[in-house]
């Protein structure tokens, strides 16, 4: 029986990092994927050639389509809120073609109005999953950690009647942090928050086998040119290449062992052994 998942991120690129695989997966099964970013990304960091705010935030919307293709789904919608900044601190933007003339940060709109905007997608797909964050947004990006309250509030509110919320098995990178924290090689700041951030082993209740898709989550991972090399601020003459880009072209064997796998927290489950490789289990019993 084929069903709709719709999936929640913060950002153009996030599907790509966290759920791609599941996604295309997914797809390829028969079922109906929904994709909906809460904000245009334009804030992220990115080659200056792809300009900023608004302008920018157009290039990823429409790389965020580009991937949707790539992984095979179905519809793209925006909620319509501008990317909050790393540290949440982005003030909302002039924009013309927003209500009132100004568009909305994430972190600064009211968690029950987006919650019902997200509940509206919800209720017109008819969806019988949605996938969110955990409570941690993962690293700890304001706009990653409203997906969570956002998600949730939203699932309530549209009788979602199953939610998972996408993270990653911190027991699998907790030892490599700890290691370049002793050897000084990360801020102590960052260190502190990586070693919290996403979902220890003994919380999860999925992981996710998506090695048959890999074609298609690399080729949604670059889907978002803007993001596979960025310029920081503080050094804008210097260029790197990004995560995206980096995991993009990993070679096959190497993707495989890193990109592989995908993890959920499904809400209302208990954690047991072994983790679930289907996150639609609980709607087929």
Do not use: C, N
């Amino acid at each position: 029986m084929p069903f709709t998942v719709v999936s929640f991120h913060a950002h153009p690129d996030d599907e790509a990092l966290l759920t791609a695989g599941t996604l295309a997966r997914l797809a390829a099964e028969g079922h109906r994927v929904v994709l909906v970013t809460a904000t245009d990304g334009g804030a992220g960091l990115a080659d200056p050639a792809y300009g900023a705010g608004s302008r920018l935030g157009e290039h990823r919307l429409a790389e965020l389509h580009a991937s949707a293709r790539a992984l095979g789904a179905a519809r793209v919608a925006w909620l319509g809120y501008a990317d909050s900044g790393l540290d949440g601190a982005e003030p909302d933007r002039p924009d013309p073609e927003a209500p009132g003339g100004t568009r909305s940060t994430f972190t600064h709109a009211p968690i029950e109005d987006a919650a019902r905007a997200l509940a509206a997608v919800l209720r017109e797909e008819s969806a019988d999953a949605l996938t969110s964050y955990e409570r941690h947004g993962g690293y700890g990006h304001p706009d990653h950690v409203r997906v969570h309250h956002v998600g949730r509030r939203a699932a309530e509110l549209a009788g979602t009647p199953l939610l998972l919320e996408a993270t990653v098995d911190r027991d699998l990178f907790a030892p490599a942090i700890r290691i370049a924290a002793r050897l000084h090689l990360l801020p102590r700041d960052l260190s502190a928050s990586m070693a919290r951030a996403y979902t220890p082993r003994r919380e999860l209740t999925h992981r996710v086998d998506v090695r048959a898709h890999l074609r298609a989550k690399q080729a949604a991972l670059l889907a978002h040119a803007s993001q596979t090399t960025g310029v920081d601020a503080a050094a804008p003459d210097a260029r790197g290449r990004r995560t995206v880009a980096v995991l993009g072209r990993l070679p096959r064997p190497l993707a495989r062992l890193v990109l592989g796998r995908e993890w959920f927290v499904e809400a209302g489950r208990a954690p047991g052994w072994p983790l679930l490789d289907d996150i639609l289990a609980s709607l087929r019993r």
